[in-house]
């Protein structure tokens, strides 16, 4: 496998001046807007807070009662604080620009969501995650991608926007097994104890055991893999976290991102450290496998979630049984999404609630009160008997469908987020009843990734599909349990 050498010429520059293109003025708009958007808060701010803060000091004289003289000093702290973190953010992306130039790279001002979501599987995040000054190119069949990752956890809000500077190289001749390495932590040893994850530490190298949590789904490949020199070498670097995972090594500082100083060292850091990793891995393919693994703990909750996880073989045999089939539990909990009991519940109570309400307000003489409480009874025996009678379509769709094969084309993303899970969209080619069809299967979570590997491989995907109603279809992916370890 060829080396990528970042102190080497890695191919012609961009043309010139490409470099430099922060100097256009259309690059200075992000900085007047920063300006422009902090002044304008800042001095609403000064109205509201700094003048009734401050406007009783007597050393501010009359001023100190106009509401004006508030609103320039407010609107004056704001846009320096605009302005700074503008040109702050203006400069990173001129040294990005300047690198892609120097090493033959590809710059992008955001990354497309496809490598997003690829390292949002890789890393085991389950919000909002995208990719900003991006650089991008291949050497030799050898992927690579720089840049920040900006990770926004389910739930929160826009202000608790989390950026990390990342690395990612990926080579169809490479294999990792599957693997995370991330500094020590008080909180993550004491939930790793709970769920029963491994802690793989070497008694030759105390150092990097005391300074990093490393686990695996295979502990003992994992321990092939971190030979006494890759050790030595991560032993001298805390604070990162690598990823590991088939043919992709992902290489990050955890909630740190470099700045425009220090952009070209992190890309230096991150390169010495996949050439580490390549050569480990490069040694553990001519070892001798590991002794398999013992068991887990009975008791932990990954083993008993492994136990109730649902394996594409399960799923198989479950198709191929001749309709109408009995659905094991797994696979029906699994693809309804749940319980209906606990659905029941929540809208029972909701219609309870509504009924007492328009009771109340009937016994009351209330008729305002007596009308929303008929609205909520309404709305929540009609919002219920929907999700009945789309679980009944479900179940009907397990039991009674014709078992087909599909084809996935591509794989899209949308801006839709359910329970805090982003929405995909899979165009499937396939044929029922000697008609061929094309559909739009909405995907979620692992299920994304799995799809995606069946289109970049061109592979068959197992289906059944509605006799009464062929488009809709149910992919035998959908019905497997993916359970990754990321810790």
């Known amino acids: 496998m060829a080396h990528y050498s970042p102190s080497s010429p890695t191919g012609p520059p961009s043309p010139s001046g490409t470099a ?33 803060l401050l406007g009783g000091f007597d050393w501010f004289g009359a001023w100190g009662q106009a509401t004006w003289f508030w609103v320039l000093i407010g609107a004056a702290l704001g846009g320096t604080s605009g302005l700074t973190r503008g040109l702050r ?17 590809a710059y992008a001002e955001h990354g497309d969501s496809d490598s997003a979501q690829r390292l949002k599987t890789i890393l085991g995040r389950d919000g909002f995650v995208s990719l900003e000054n991006v650089l991008s190119g291949e050497r030799d069949g050898l992927k690579l991608l720089f840049g920040d990752l900006v990770y926004i956890p389910t739930g929160s809000k826009n202000s608790n926007r989390q950026v990390s500077s990342i690395a990612s190289f990926q080579h169809p001749e490479l294999s990792f097994p599957r693997f995370t390495m991330r ?16 802690d793989i530490d070497f008694d030759s190298h105390p150092e990097f055991s005391r300074r990093y949590h490393l686990s695996g789904q295979e502990p003992e490949t994992v321990r092939q893999l971190f030979q006494p020199r890759l050790l030595d070498f991560l032993e001298q670097r805390p604070g990162w976290q690598v990823r590991g995972e088939k043919n992709c090594l992902v290489i990050l500082k955890p909630r740190q991102a470099a700045g425009a100083e220090g952009m070209e060292a992190f890309m230096d850091e991150a390169q010495a450290m996949f050439s580490e990793f390549e050569q480990a891995t490069r040694t553990r393919a001519r070892m001798a496998p590991p002794l398999p693994r013992p068991s887990s703990p009975a008791g932990s909750l990954i083993e008993l979630a492994r136990r109730q996880a649902i394996s594409p073989d ?12 009995e659905v094991p539990r797994r696979i029906l909990f699994q693809y309804l999404n749940g319980s209906i009991w606990v659905i029941a519940l929540l809208f029972g109570f909701l219609v309870v609630l509504g009924g007492c309400l328009a009771a109340g307000g009937y016994a009351g003489g209330e008729p305002a009160l007596m009308l ?4 909520i009874v309404a709305v929540a025996l009609s919002v ?35 329970n805090g899970q982003q929405r995909y969209l899979a165009l ?3 044929h029922a009843d000697g008609l061929p069809y094309s ?13 995606r590997d069946a289109a970049d491989e061109s592979r068959g995907v197992p289906l059944l599909y509605d006799p009464g109603s062929p488009r809709r279809v149910v992919l035998s992916l959908q019905l497997v349990t993916q359970f990754p370890l990321r810790m």
């Open 439 to 451: 559909v739009k299967v909405p995907l979620y979570g692992c299920h994304v990734e799995l799809a």
């Open 89 to 105: 953010l203006l400069r990173r992306k001129q040294q990005a620009r300047r690198l892609a130039a120097q090493r033959a790279l």
């Open 372 to 375: 929303v409480g008929s609205v």
């Open 384 to 418: 219920l008997a929907w999700i009945v009678h789309r679980r009944q379509r479900k179940f009907q769709l397990l039991t009674l469908g014709c078992r087909s094969e599909g084809r996935i084309e591509r794989v899209d993303a949308t801006q839709v987020a359910v």
């Open 314 to 325: 399960e799923v198989e045999q479950f198709l191929q049984s001749t309709a109408p089939r």
């Open 183 to 198: 500094p020590e932590g008080s909180l993550l040893n004491m939930m790793a104890g709970i769920v029963g994850v491994e």
């Open 428 to 430: 499937v080619h396939y």
């Open 20 to 52: 430099d293109r922060g100097t256009d003025p259309a690059w200075l708009l992000p900085v007047l807007g920063h300006t422009l958007g902090a002044a304008a808060v800042g001095g609403i701010l000064g109205a509201l807070v700094l003048r009734n």
